[in-house]
């Protein structure tokens, strides 16, 4: 059973940065589609950034420029790197994956992943 673990949420100024962290245990990630999704409060689940098993990425108009999504496949850890935020970046960070699949088909698709971390929240506030 895949499990996926977020860490580094947090608060910080509009114009800084964060990284966040997924821990994935209980399967081999190195085919998967690995996703960061977000949700804010009265929102839907958006993604942010994918990235599959070929290592092409595929990343939200909204974060493009100013978010890194990568994956360790020896640490199965993904992380997002997220610089120059704003405070529409407020929202519950999830990481996600499902067993195949491209990273751009599969950004705006949350339905379509099958296994979810239990969040993080980033709060962006000066």
């Known amino acids: 059973q895949a499990q996926l673990v977020e860490s580094g949420g947090g608060s910080v100024q509009p114009g800084g940065s964060l990284r966040l962290s997924c821990a994935a245990s209980g399967s081999s990630y190195n085919r998967y589609c690995m996703a960061w999704f977000r949700q804010a409060p009265g929102k839907e689940r958006e993604g942010v950034a994918t990235?599959?098993?070929?290592?092409?990425?595929s990343y939200a108009d909204s974060v493009r420029g100013r978010f890194t999504i990568s994956q360790d496949k020896i640490k199965n850890t993904l992380s997002l790197q997220m610089n120059s935020l704003k405070q529409e970046d407020t929202a519950v960070y999830f990481c996600?994956?499902?067993?195949?699949?491209?990273?751009?088909?599969?950004?705006?698709?949350?339905?379509?992943?099958?296994?979810w971390g239990q969040g993080t929240q980033v709060t962006v506030s000066s």
């Open positions: 996600a994956a499902r067993k195949s699949g491209g990273a751009w088909y599969f950004l705006k698709k949350p339905k379509d992943f099958d296994y």
């Open positions: 990235t599959d098993s070929g290592g092409f990425s």
